[in-house]
T-cell receptor, first 117, second 116 residues
Framework: NAGVMQNPRHLVRRRGQEARLRCSPM?????VYWYRQLPEEGLKFMVYLQKENIIDESGMPKERFSAEFPKEGPSILRIQQVVRGDSAAYFC???????????????FGAGSRLTVL | AQTVTQSQPEMSVQEAETVTLSCTYDTSESDYYLFWYKQPPSRQMILVIR??????QNATENRFSVNFQKAAKSFSLKISDSQLGDAAMYFC?????????????FGKGTKLTVNP
């Protein structure tokens, strides 16, 4: 079991460009969560997705950020027209297919570090 | 909204000694889950220990144990016989049982240094 796979591990973009971060959940997991970690901070929830559905996007900035989890393929976090303040580590986590339950434990990927020049 | 506070930005401990990391949280819910995650320099988030709020018994995982004080909304992590590999950022996290989401609320973390 390969775990939660995130790529790229490091991404450098210039201001105004687009950043796309990918996340493949663990085998058998269909719930995906994205978190952002700013320097010297804890992780902050951004969005929770199931296949083809956004369940909770209460932590997503209103503009420039979007996320999807298609029927086939990885989940994508997309940041348009990046600014320096978007520089952070972005973590994906997944949990099992079964109905969300307190018994489930999120498994995290190793994160993608975005640097905006 | 729930909040999690870790009041110690940094802690250090001698190898083989014991250290306790503090965490407090604020919630109006009666049932919830609490977690400690470790983040080594590799940045991988690793689950250390989990506590269900309805359980009075403190969770234990080998050298790691918690002191869960529900009334005080306190959830400290004790690391016994500290090892060099324990050096990392440690994050306390809260999860609601409401709303069908497994969303976690994290504290800002405590950086633990282990001195040989």
């Amino acid at each position: 079991n390969a775990g939660v796979m995130q790529n790229p591990r490091h991404l450098v973009r210039r201001r105004g460009q687009e950043a796309r971060l990918r996340c493949s959940p663990m085998k058998g997991h269909s719930h995906v969560y994205w978190y952002r970690q700013l320097p010297e901070e804890g992780l902050k929830f951004m969005v929770y997705l199931q296949k083809e559905n956004i369940i909770d996007e209460s932590g997503m900035p209103k503009e420039r950020f979007s996320a999807e989890f298609p029927k086939e393929g990885p989940s994508i976090l997309r940041i348009q027209q990046v600014v320096r303040g978007d520089s952070a580590a972005y973590f994906c986590a997944s949990s099992p297919n079964r109905r969300p339950s307190g018994a489930n434990v999120l498994t995290f990927g190793a994160g993608s570090r975005l640097t905006v020049l | 909204a729930q909040t999690v506070t870790q009041s110690q930005p940094e802690m250090s401990v001698q190898e083989a000694e014991t250290v306790t990391l503090s965490c407090t949280y604020d919630t109006s819910e009666s049932d919830y889950y609490l977690f400690w995650y470790k983040q080594p320099p590799s940045r991988q988030m690793i689950l250390v220990i989990r506590q269900e709020a309805y359980k009075q018994q403190n969770a234990t995982e080998n050298r790691f144990s918690v002191n869960f004080q529900k009334a005080a909304k306190s959830f400290s992590l004790k690391i016994s016989d500290s090892q060099l590999g324990d050096a990392a950022m440690y994050f306390c996290a809260y999860r609601t049982t409401q709303g069908g989401s497994e969303k976690l609320v994290f504290g800002k973390g405590t950086k633990l240094t282990v001195n040989p």
